[in-house]
């Protein structure tokens, strides 16, 4: 079909309401045909209200939405297409699937009420059957909606979200209301869906492991603007600043001077605000006499014996052990480095107590000197 | 002590208030008047092989209906347009609501028979228009009655059902819209489904009130010659010597259909509950955008609707109240005006008394109901021991409509203790028994809202069960007990059929009073009474709705879920 054939374009994006919850400025992205997109970020980030706004549950106040050549919305303009015209398939977070109809007619309804061509009995009962056996659901087309469990629920709100091909498919934190083996479940399953059906996908979670492992593309939000765009692993090597390295899951942000010169290898030594040097990798570049944050990932600080030597390439911090947990492989520690505590990991070959004399063994380049924000409030 | 016998105790009380009216009237249906003793079918037959019966019945039933389509109707109407859309001029709606809530059905409903008489305006601008003599319409009428009826119910319908609107699942309508539907498809093919079983339910209450209905029946089926059960009932049981068991008879068929329908009523509501889904995030339902015409349309309907249900009978009473007698509405007609009537009313003992009469009995009754049901709610919800009885027992009352409940409590008091008759301690009991289900509803909504896992936590931090009741559960349903108290309040303050059935001449209610000067054609005094009361309950209202509102922000902060 042709019209898959369009890149999703937002520039701009803004909408402000009387509170604060749900602002958005500023936001843009481009998204090719047929890419898996995730709007993450935490509750309240703004996501949400983007992810409506593309919809047309939300009118922008600024800004322009396009697929391919096709105005959706443009502030400007005031082009303003409704939402019942935009052709686009979403899934709610509640699913919201209607309880009087039943799993059938809850998927052909889209094919019913379409408002550009009329659908034939045969064919709204053939483009169901393939949307229902699509989620694997065929089985129970004939189903009350209400007795449903809530991984069903999903399927058909899933099918009913694309039964009449849509442009765009719009999940909005699809798999926050179910347990977390269905979730696991679920995952793969909605991407093997998406690259089977070939669709440019908008995805809103506020879990950064569904969004790293499902997406082609991540945009993090915070406070309503888009801090940083890009792949998942972008996001989790070269986070663009603290609040992106917290929110990829690292534990471990400290306060840093402003850095000297910044190598050609893009290492520089900067130093903590209890008055220790260490060095670290800059993987974006900053402002001069910008204070730094300082991330380091736990999985990617070693815990040894003091006697352990120094290695080339890497930075020592002394501490001592607060907490232990055995993880298998792995033990987690919590070391009190002297004013601040970083989470830590160590082989369960050589376990350590609480209380005990250790060094915290990290390279330079696992080190990440960040920005503090990046859109200081 | 066992940990059954409070409730053991508590089902035993409940018992003793609600059986022996159902039990007294059957029992007097099957004896006849002579007091023979004898048990007899004779009531039964005489109400069966009359056409009376079926007349009767056959009036209450289209008059019910016809009421009840005409409030939902407009009462539905009003709460979508107040919820669910961008009409402008909503605070009309709502201000509407609360002030004919609190107006006694009597003022309410002469203010509309002076409106539609022949001294009236409309029958006075028809005669002008047409230069005919007589009216264009007879408001004496079936007609009449379910037009005033239908008015007096469309403030309630509005409050019920703007809940259900406000409480709808955004996400159903808006799932429709991004489907492609547009909003004319989205409100016939999800709104109004989603709706249906909540319209239905509300529906089937109304035509049960409607059905038990005393005051419109009284005041206009009457005069008029129209006969409806209750009417019936009433006449029977003031004749001299009165048809205690015709009237009782009667009563037991009408307690029979209320049964029925209030069963059909429950299965409706359970069907309801069905339909409530998984909810996602607390967005607020957004108004479906009505463009400039359809914004048009609903303010006028919402202008119209204020206009007639308050403006135009606010307007009468006032105009009667300062008229020295019942004239039309012309510019003469104000030079004549005169505060007399609120001379009268505001300096004759009489009128205080009946106010504090009103007061205390009403007061009583919300009172003791609430106490009762509020510890049945909290036994009930959470199952305890010896508690299976409680909610049917709480439940009975609304088979029995006002007037049966007066006149199964007159012959109780006759029987046993005549010395109770005509004290403002028989009319609060029979209110006491009458407003339970009510007080049940709030008590059980507001325990149910109160997550299990507070009272055990205070049990896990030490607090014995009584100190937990004090602490924890009490206060917590504080504001439930209140809301549940001021609606028994102001019912019992509206309420004519018992009260015109049980008042003795020193027990007289607002309503009686106002019904006995009604009837004797005093209606300045009335008028001049009524606007006075009106005021006093619409603040009662308004307390009723700021409750209301600050109990339904109270649980959504307390559920996470």
Not at chain 2, 73 to 87: C, F, K, P, Q
Request: glycine share 8%.
């Amino acid at each position: 079909m042709k019209t898959q054939d369009t890149a999703l374009i937002v520039e701009d994006l803004g909408k402000s309401y009387d509170g604060s919850v749900g602002v958005i400025d500023n936001i843009s992205f481009t998204l090719p045909p047929g890419s898996f997109f995730t709007l993450l970020g935490p509750s309240g980030c703004g996501k949400t209200t983007t992810l409506r706004c593309i919809a047309g549950l939300e009118q922008p106040q600024r800004g322009s939405i396009r697929l391919g050549s096709d105005v959706v919305f443009d502030a400007a303009s005031r082009v303003n297409m409704p939402l019942d015209r935009r052709n686009f398939g979403m899934v709610f977070q509640s699913y919201a699937i209607w309880p009087h109809l039943t799993v059938f007619e809850n998927v052909a309804f889209p094919l019913r009420v379409s408002q550009d061509r009329r659908y034939d009995k045969a064919s709204i009962r053939a483009m169901v059957d393939e949307a229902l056996s699509t989620v694997g659901l065929a089985k129970l087309a004939d189903r009350s909606a209400t007795r449903l469990s809530g991984g069903q629920q999903q399927r058909v709100a899933l099918a009913r979200a694309i039964v009449r091909r849509p442009r765009l498919l719009m999940l909005d934190e699809p798999l926050s209301n179910l347990d977390a083996v269905l979730r696991e479940e679920m995952r793969m399953e909605l991407k093997r869906l998406q690259q089977q059906l070939g669709i440019t996908t908008v995805y809103v979670t506020h879990d950064q492991s569904e969004a790293l492992e499902m997406s082609d593309t991540i945009a993090v939000l915070n406070r309503g603007r888009l801090v940083q765009l890009g792949t998942p692993q972008e996001l989790y090597f070269n986070p663009s600043d603290a609040f992106v390295a917290g929110f990829m899951g690292s534990p471990n942000i400290l306060g840093a001077s402003p850095p000297g010169m910044i190598g050609g290898d893009g290492l520089a030594a900067v130093t903590l605000t209890d008055g220790r040097s260490i060095v670290c990798r800059f993987p974006h570049p900053l402002n001069a006499n910008e204070a730094v944050a300082v991330s380091v990932r736990a999985e990617t600080i070693n815990v040894v014996s003091p006697a352990v030597a120094l290695r080339e390439g890497h930075n020592r911090l002394p501490g001592t052990v607060i907490t232990t947990g055995f993880q298998g492989e792995h033990v987690r520690y919590a070391v009190d480095i002297g004013g601040a505590v970083l989470q830590a990991t160590g082989s369960h070959r050589e376990q350590f107590r609480p209380g005990a004399a250790v060094a915290l063994d990290f390279a330079h380049d696992a080190t990440l000197g960040l920005r503090r924000d990046s859109h200081p409030s | 002590m066992p940990g059954f016998v409070p409730a053991v105790i508590l089902t035993a009380v409940l018992a003793c208030l609600v059986l022996p009216p159902i039990l007294t009237v059957l029992r007097t249906s099957l004896h006849d008047d002579t007091g023979s003793g004898a048990w007899t079918l004779a009531g039964y037959s005489a109400l069966f092989s009359g056409s009376t019966l079926y007349q009767v019945t056959w009036n209450s039933l289209e008059f019910a209906l016809l009421a009840t389509l005409l409030s939902l109707l407009n009462g539905g109407l009003m709460a979508w347009l107040v919820e669910r859309s961008d009409t402008p001029l909503k605070p009309l709606a709502s201000v509407t609501a609360v002030v004919s809530l609190g107006t006694p059905y009597i003022i309410y409903v002469s203010a509309w028979l002076y409106l539609l008489g022949r001294a009236g305006p409309f029958n006075a601008l028809y005669r002008g228009i047409t230069g005919a003599a007589g009216t264009f319409t007879n408001v004496y009428s079936i007609s009449g009655m379910v037009f005033i009826e239908g008015l007096l119910w469309s403030p309630l319908v509005f409050l019920l059902l703007s809940a259900t609107f406000r409480q709808s699942n955004a996400d159903m309508e808006e799932a429709a819209r991004v489907c492609g539907a547009s909003v004319r498809a989205t409100i016939w093919r999800v709104s109004l489904r989603l709706a249906a079983p909540a319209i239905l339910g509300v529906g089937l209450f109304v035509f049960i009130r409607n059905l038990e209905a005393f005051d419109v029946p009284v005041l206009i089926g009457m005069p008029g010659h129209i006969q409806l059960l209750t009417t019936n009932i009433y006449l029977d049981m003031t004749q001299a010597p009165p048809l205690l068991s015709r009237a009782s008879a009667f009563s037991t068929v009408l307690m029979a259909v209320v049964s029925v329908l209030l069963y059909l009523y429950s299965r409706v509501s359970r069907h309801a509950d069905r339909y409530a889904s998984v909810t996602g995030k607390s967005f607020r339902p957004r108004p479906f955008r009505l463009g400039v015409s359809g914004r048009t349309l609903g303010g006028a309907l919402i202008l119209v609707n204020f206009l007639i249900v308050l403006v135009l009978p606010m307007l009468a009473i006032l105009w009667n109240s300062f008229s020295p007698f019942v004239s039309a509405m012309t510019l003469a007609g104000l030079s004549r005006m005169t505060t007399r009537h609120y001379a009268a009313v505001f300096s004759h003992a009489e009128y205080l008394d009946l106010g504090l009469n009103t007061a205390i009995i009403s007061g009583l009754a919300a009172t003791v109901a609430m106490a009762l049901t509020g510890v049945a709610a909290w036994m009930s919800v959470r199952r305890k021991p010896g508690s299976q009885l409680l909610d049917q027992l709480t439940s009975v009352p609304l088979v029995i409509p006002g007037v049966v409940l007066g006149v199964a409590v007159l012959e109780i008091s006759l029987q046993w203790v005549p010395s109770v008759y005509g004290t403002v301690w028989l009319v609060a009991l029979a209110f006491v028994i009458r407003y339970m289900p009510y007080g049940m509803r709030y008590g059980s909504a507001g325990v149910i809202q109160i997550h299990c896992e507070l009272e055990e936590a205070a049990g896990a931090a030490g607090a014995s069960q009584p100190s937990m009741l004090r602490r924890i559960m009490l206060p917590l349903l504080t504001p439930s007990l209140v809301a549940g108290w001021l609606f028994i309040f102001l019912l019992g303050a509206k309420e004519l059929s018992i009260a015109v059935l049980l008042a003795g001449p020193n027990s007289r209610t607002i309503s009686v009073a106002m019904f006995d000067q009604w009837a004797n054609g005093a209606s300045g005094e009335v008028a001049a009474m009524g606007v006075v009361w009106t005021c006093i309950m619409t603040v009662f209202t308004l307390g009723l709705f700021m409750v209301n509102r600050r109990r339904s922000s109270a649980s959504l902060a307390g559920n996470p879920a």
